[in-house]
């Protein structure tokens, strides 16, 4: 089914989402808030720019931007997949506990934040660019992989901002650079990403890749730093220097 978002207003616009009987394609997408909400079992494809909290509390369905998306994407989202060929704003994955969201471009402030993981749920990141400050902060679960690849080599400082992983007590951040990661936290310790390491999030670059017609093998040739919690240090000087 095709719908022209045009002038709908974002109420108006999820109510025919929603209603519709199958997938869904939006043409002329100008910001409305609020798209795939809780939603499950289809497919919506957006032409456009969707608002704020794309794909909030998403339980399983999938959703493509053919553009950039704003802020907070799929908070507080549950599963499926959200695709974004382009770039996105701040908050993305904010709270997010399961499914996958890919993006081709760069993110904005506090990428996954607050996100966390249970049992078989674990919610995966992977921007293709760079992200903003406050990458990871308070992560209790799940995976974020930033990749780095928007001109990195004319770059002089790695693709992350300041303070990535203030809080952190659980999960993993892996960021593809060759530049030192400086002004670290103590809530984090980092190192060069062993095989065994890559192992990990060969899968999700893969995916990543396949969706951006890139090369993975390309990709995971680069130098990956992980960054791990550090149990000993779980809120030791959050934002001040020494």
Known sequence: ????????????????????????????????????????????????????????????ATIIV???AQDAVGDTMNDGR?????????????????????VRGSAGYRTGIHMKQYQEKKP?????????????????GGLIVVL??????ESQSAPVGNFTGT?????????????????LPAQVWAQDAKSTDLEIIVPYVNEFAEYFKMDAAEILQGRFQVLRPNAKNPYHQLYTAN
């Not at 497919?43 to 909290?53: D, K, L, M, R």
């Not at 959200?82 to 890919?102: E, K, P, T």
């Open 1 to 60: 089914m095709r719908i022209s978002a045009g002038r709908l207003d974002f109420k108006e616009l999820n109510k025919r989402v929603k209603a519709a009987p199958g997938n869904v394609e939006i043409e002329e997408c100008y910001g409305q808030r609020f798209i795939g909400s809780g939603l499950s079992g289809k497919t919506v494809i957006i032409n456009g720019t969707p608002g704020n909290a794309l794909g909030a509390y998403l339980d399983g």
């Open 66 to 68: 053919n553009g950039n």
């Open 82 to 102: 959200i695709i974004v060929d382009g770039s996105a704003g701040d908050a993305l994955g904010y709270a997010m506990r399961g499914g996958r969201i890919f």
């Open 124 to 140: 995966v990141i992977v921007v293709g660019g760079r992200v903003g400050s406050f990458l990871g902060e308070y992560l209790a």
């Open 148 to 153: 780095g690849l928007a001109g990195e080599s």
């Open 167 to 183: 809080g952190m007590h659980g999960g993993l951040l892996f960021i593809r650079t060759e530049q030192a990661l400086e002004n």
